[in-house]
């Protein structure tokens, strides 16, 4: 299934960018420059990668680069058996790469791999992709900011509070896919044990519903037009809560929707 949410404008080489899946199954987006086409993060199957691809009228084979945020399963599950089929060049911190690579299921990955540091930058022609850091209980975590001359969009998921270096990355990006992880109360009733709900609580685990309202209000202060609410949990939130949540503190104009588990959302 494709959702279509709100088209985003810019002429010639705008950008184009889907969530594939988002939440704590599996994570991963399509970015679309011209002839550039970019994934962030592999984790779902290579089946249901190249299915959604489909789906948009792409496939694996025209994938330019994967850009990875953390080296978590639900962000790199399918990353060995993608780099068996394609070769398609890895890009990804050195500390998410040292705890990946040296696994023998990520042999064929190896051989892709294009370690960086935590703060990098990347260009195919005229679209630039650069990370900024991320807090998150991970090796290294990273978002990623992506532009052309005619847009410009962010992915800022798994992060465990709004820091300097988020603020810096995301003000004045246009399209924004923002994680809005859980309602607070309902993880805090809900079935998890104490030490994940204190770990997904803390300073370097997820973003809640609440927090991620107030970022968005500031963010749409400093010119984001479009958001994308992602990475929700399917036990402690629900689409329409984190909705709810965040629409009340954005302008009127500013398009808001939610991404899927396992459905294509379309951000701009």
């Known amino acids: ?155 800022a998921t798994d992060i465990g509070h709004i820091t300097s270096d988020i603020e810096s990355a995301l003000y004045g990006v246009k399209n924004v896919i923002l994680e809005s992880n859980h309602d607070v109360n309902m993880l805090l009733s809900g079935p998890y044990s104490y030490p994940l709900k204190c770990r997904i609580l803390s300073d370097y685990g997820h973003l809640s519903n609440e927090a991620a309202s107030i970022f968005a209000a500031s963010l749409c202060e400093h010119g984001t037009s479009r958001l994308l609410l992602a990475h929700l949990s399917r036990e402690n939130n629900f689409p329409e809560l984190a909705i709810e949540t965040t629409r009340p503190k954005l302008p009127p104009n500013v398009s808001l929707a939610v991404a899927a588990p396992d459905a294509v959302v379309r951000l701009c």
């Open 1 to 155: 299934m494709t959702t279509d949410n709100t088209h985003c404008g810019g002429s010639g080489e705008g950008l184009t960018v889907y969530t594939l899946a988002s939440g704590s199954s599996g994570n991963s987006i399509y970015i679309k420059s011209g002839k550039v086409e970019l994934l962030i993060d592999a984790g779902i199957s290579k089946k249901r990668i190249e299915c959604a691809l489909n789906s948009i009228g792409s496939t694996l084979s025209n994938i330019t680069a994967i850009f990875i945020t953390h080296e978590h399963s639900d962000h790199i599950s399918s990353l060995d058996m993608i780099s068996k089929h394609h070769k398609i060049p890895i890009y990804l911190t050195s500390p998410s790469a040292e705890a990946i690579l040296g696994q023998p299921r990520f042999i064929h990955a190896a051989e892709y791999a294009r370690p960086q540091s935590i703060q990098f930058d990347i260009s195919f022609g005229r679209l630039n992709i650069r990370s900024f850091p991320t807090p998150h209980d991970s090796a290294a975590s990273v978002g990623y900011v992506v532009t052309t001359p005619d847009s410009s969009a962010a992915v």
